[in-house]
């Protein structure tokens, strides 16, 4: 649906509150602190957001415990995570994880989507394997059934949000070739299910993901999301939702950059003035905003049109890959524009600017690098001709 001004005024209440929430909770050294102890610790603001916020469920229909805020909704939590650099499992659970159970519901999964929407929950999407692609059908995880029930085998990696789950919802071939409609089936597994092993590690930017084996994982038929062999359009739909996730939030990391860029060039002095006065480095700072207003532009009004519904599976996924590939951009330009006019303390511990060029470098990769995406685009506007 189109954003009213209503709706509007909501979202612009949902960012103030979190981000004064954040604000009073999440300075650079108390993430360190988190980061630290995220093995052993859940998400350290996860049921904040739940009980103390009531954001979780701000995307979902009222009818499963939400706001009814759609995309919008997404984008707006995701960007104002980002603008914090708040490693909480939003992406994992909320977007791609409540996305899924939605379109697939059954006793299971809306049981598990109530206490998502609860903060009782984490989920992670355990769908990228070590030898596959960007492409939602690259998937070697095979799904049989095993007498009254289903076994589960594969290996999937770098799955975001791991180390802190309670449950995966797991991509696997259940019949023929994954890139048919009958191929790929999804299962709900929970991390403590026999034949489940974790390999939990920490990403470049701090954040924290696993590799995971799934070694003859048995399951109930129940365990089953939507009609087995079904499951690839609604993986295709979750991960372009996730990507532009990803664009919102790093959106959110890009005008922190540019704030804190702005701030040190005009304390910054050389020659007896500000640099910031220099009209070289204005023209560099220029380039920087321009990049990520387009980016932003382009991810707001992708978020819009996915929120209206009335996208056809291309239209969607040439319109995501658009918006990643200006967000890739904008996030290179404005990452090494930080780091360059800043300096050397641009990548030192103690300045954030150097945590949030790691995030922002991370995102220009997540769910497909921008030459991944410009191939996609091409290859889907052929298609359309």
Known sequence: ????????????MLRDSLARYLDDRHSLPQRLHALAQ???????????????????????????GGLGG???????????????????????????????????????????????????????FAHTEPQGGYDAADVQATLVRDGDGL???????????????????????????AREEGGLSLVLVPRDAPGVRLRPYA????????????????????????????????????????TLAVCAEATGVMRR?????????????????????????????????????????????????LGEGDLDANQRARAVSSAKVAVAKACKAVAQGAVQLHGGMGMTEELAVGHYVRRATLIEGLFGPASWHLRRVARLHASAI
């Open 1 to 12: 649906m189109t954003t009213t001004t209503d709706q509007q005024d909501t979202l612009a």
């Open 38 to 64: 995220a093995d052993s610790a859940p998400p350290p603001f996860w049921q904040g957001l739940a009980n103390e916020l009531g954001l979780l469920g701000m995307a979902l229909p009222e009818a499963q």
């Open 70 to 124: 759609g995309m919008a909704a997404h984008a707006a939590m995701m960007e104002t995570l980002g603008g914090a650099l708040a490693a909480e499992p939003y992406l994992s659970t909320m977007v791609i994880g409540a996305g899924l159970l939605q379109r697939n519901p059954g006793a299971q999964a809306d049981a598990l989507l109530a206490r998502a929407v609860a903060g009782q929950a984490v989920i992670a």
């Open 151 to 177: 076994r589960l085998d594969g290996r999937k990696s770098v799955v975001q949000a791991a180390p802190w789950a309670s449950h995966f919802i797991v991509s696997a071939q259940s019949s023929g070739d």
């Open 203 to 242: 990403t470049r930017d701090g954040d924290r993901a696993a590799e995971i084996a799934f070694d003859g994982v048995r399951l109930p038929m129940d365990a089953l999301l939507g009609s087995e062999g079904g499951a690839l359009p609604h993986i295709a739909q979750a991960l372009d939702e996730a």
């Open 257 to 305: 950059l540019m704030r804190d860029t702005l701030d040190y060039v005009r304390q910054r002095k050389q020659f007896g003035v500000p640099i910031a006065s220099f009209q070289v480095l204005q023209h560099r700072l220029a380039d920087m905003h321009m990049a990520l207003e387009q980016a932003a532009a382009l991810t707001e009004s992708v978020a819009e049109a």
